[in-house]
């Protein structure tokens, strides 16, 4: 119980310094400008990655949860993951605009700067490495790390439900996401991945329903198996490496 009342108490510790440069931003633009409109729809990432900054420093200095720096993963599960993160985007998509309106679609320079830069790193802050580590507090149990991953990704789904398929998504790429930060501690990594995401769903939005005929939804079927399995092979790599480590690190006794 005790655990838990902590886990809450820092949650909403990291919410409110996660959110406290937009809401400073947002009050200083109605005072100005009497709205928060137009200024909010291309700097909301932007504050929200100053507030994650903040709250990683908060936290490293006041808090009582450990939050580790960056580490490095592995070169090739970068290549993997970041294709895995550009495919999980492109298939789903592709069902989604078979039978959708083939209408234009604008393209907001802006708003595609935002997706591509900041809101990678805004959110990945907070889904991934905070709640992370406020939610683990240190333990690194079997039970432990799967009630993380199933959080995060819960959390990480709520403010992208756009339907069913959708939302099915973005709930199993945040499972992924979780299980790969927490095997490799490198929140970079996840950036990488939420960026190639958003990258190619802005690429299938643009071309549209001529991007669902069969020659690239076949082409595009067959790189998912191909990256599927390979993120997967290379993930498999780090769990065996780990479980060789701890049998190295039993003792022996005689």
Known sequence: MKRSMLTIRD??????????????????????????????????????????????????????????????????????????????????????????????????????????????FAEEVLCRCLMTHIIKRGSNTKAICIITAVLTAVLWTIPHCYGTLTSARVFFTGLAASMVYQKTGSLKLCIFEHAANNICVTVVMLIGRSYTSPLPLAITMIAAVIITAGFTYEMAKLFRKDKKTEIRAVPVIQ
């Open 11 to 120: 949650l909403v510790i990291a919410l409110v310094l996660y959110v406290l440069p937009l809401g400073i931003g947002m009050a200083v633009n109605f005072l100005v400008k009497g709205n928060i409109e137009f200024t909010f729809r291309y700097l909301t990432m932007v504050l929200l990655g100053a507030g994650g900054i903040l709250t990683l420093l908060a936290f490293r200095k006041w808090g009582d949860v450990e939050i580790p720096k960056e580490s490095k993963a592995p070169a090739k599960l970068y290549v993997w993951y970041v294709l895995f993160g550009a495919i999980s985007a492109l298939l789903p998509m592709m069902f989604l605009l078979h039978n959708a309106p083939d209408e234009e679609i604008s393209f907001d320079l802006m708003k595609q700067i935002d997706a591509v830069f900041f809101a990678p």
